[in-house]
């Protein structure tokens, strides 16, 4: 099956700092979300993006689809932005099946 | 709004009790749900795929007797852990698709069990 790799596997930011979290990919895929899973394991949709780039307030990601890898950027880093990030992606041939990444761990620090 | 809606959050039983968990898509009609299991500082594994009208599909190394799946709505899939034992304490979270092709998943909130 499809490999998800995410990078790195622990973040420590300091309040206002700006990150980059990569998910990297084995195989074509259509469809790829990130989320953040909160302390209380609450799993929040932040993009669904097979492809391109989109924006949310200081959050954006990027989808090269070609390459094989998504980036996550979190700009201006706020304590609520801690938890864990999560890539999963979606092939052509698993109906639907999501493969998560082992996930990224983010802690802001004030 | 939350448009997956997962009940109960949390549950604490006995060993050896069967727990029932309920996932509804609040706002429109899911063909397919999927349900994951979470143990603690690991990532999310997928369990079983559940389509409405027909039997779940279940991952290798899950025991379709031990966690039963039913999903005879459009808007609800449940899932039962039978005879539930320790080891069966884990989170477990259900997502949602309106179609079962290249839909975003929507998830629930997840139901923390604990099994004494």
């Known amino acids: 099956g499809i490999q998800v790799e995410q990078s790195p596997p622990d973040l420590i930011l300091q309040e206002g700092a700006n990150s980059t979290l990569r998910c990297n990919f084995s195989?074509?895929?259509?469809?790829l979300q990130w989320f953040h899973q909160n302390p209380w394991g609450q799993l929040i949709n932040l993009f669904y993006i097979p492809s391109g780039t989109k924006q949310n307030g200081r959050l954006s990601a990027t989808t090269v689809a070609t390459e094989r890898y998504s980036l996550l950027y979190i700009s201006s880093s706020q304590t609520t932005d801690s938890g864990v990030y999560f890539c999963?992606?979606?092939?052509?041939?698993?109906?639907?099946?999501?493969?998560f990444g082992a996930g990224t761990q983010v802690v802001v620090t004030p | 709004g939350a448009v997956v809606s997962q009940h109960p959050s949390r549950v604490i039983c006995k060993s050896g009790t069967s727990v029932k968990i309920e996932c509804r898509s609040l706002d429109f009609q899911a063909t397919t749900m999927f349900w994951y299991r979470q143990f603690p500082k690991q990532s999310l594994m997928l369990m079983a795929t559940s389509n409405e009208g027909s039997k779940a599909t279940y991952e290798q190394g899950v025991e379709k007797d031990k966690f039963l799946i039913n999903h005879a709505s459009l808007t609800l899939s449940t899932l039962t852990v039978t005879s539930a034992h320790p080891e069966d304490s884990s989170f477990y979270i259900c997502?949602?698709?309106?179609?079962?092709?290249?839909?975003?998943?929507?998830f629930g909130d997840g139901t923390r069990l604990s099994i004494l």
């Open positions: 999963a992606v979606v092939t052509t041939d698993s109906w639907g099946k999501l493969q």
């Open positions: 195989d074509s895929v259509n469809n």
């Open positions: 997502s949602a698709i309106r179609v079962r092709s290249n839909q975003p998943q929507h």
